[in-house]
């Protein structure tokens, strides 16, 4: 059973910056790649970066050149550090893990585990 703790989220105005963190701890089965999820009330909840275990890594259009994706293997944490950051980045954010290729496609589907979540408010 895989747990994935997230932390960082808060509150900032537009233009802040904040580092999402996610440690992972547990039995961990095969992963392919670890990503980010967002979902903002009354929206379905988005892909927003993933990395591989190969090292690619993918962004969703709305935040590439934003937010960088990066993972410490000694820690078992992945980041998500999020600059410029605009009021439509406003979401529960979720840490997540996939036992499925990453050319498959970087969807919810595909998620085998799910952080609790961490909120960011962006005003």
């Known amino acids: 059973h895989v747990q994935l703790v997230e932390s960082g989220g808060g509150s900032v105005q537009a233009g802040g910056s904040l580092r999402l963190s996610c440690v992972a701890s547990?039995?961990?089965?095969?992963?392919?790649?670890m990503g980010w999820f967002r979902q903002a009330p009354e929206n379905e909840r988005e892909g927003v970066a993933a990395?591989?275990?190969?090292?690619?890594?993918i962004y969703t259009d709305s935040v590439r050149g934003r937010f960088t994706i990066s993972q410490d293997n000694a820690k078992n944490t992945l980041y998500l550090q999020m600059n410029s950051l605009k009021p439509e980045d406003t979401a529960t954010y979720y840490c997540?893990?996939?036992?499925?290729?990453?050319?498959?496609?970087?969807?919810?589907?595909?998620?085998?585990?799910w952080g609790q979540g961490t909120q960011v408010t962006v005003s």
């Open positions: 997540a893990t996939s036992g499925y290729p990453l050319s498959l496609g970087f969807l919810s589907d595909y998620v085998g585990y």
């Open positions: 547990g039995y961990t089965p095969t992963t392919y790649w």
């Open positions: 990395i591989a275990s190969d090292g690619s890594i």
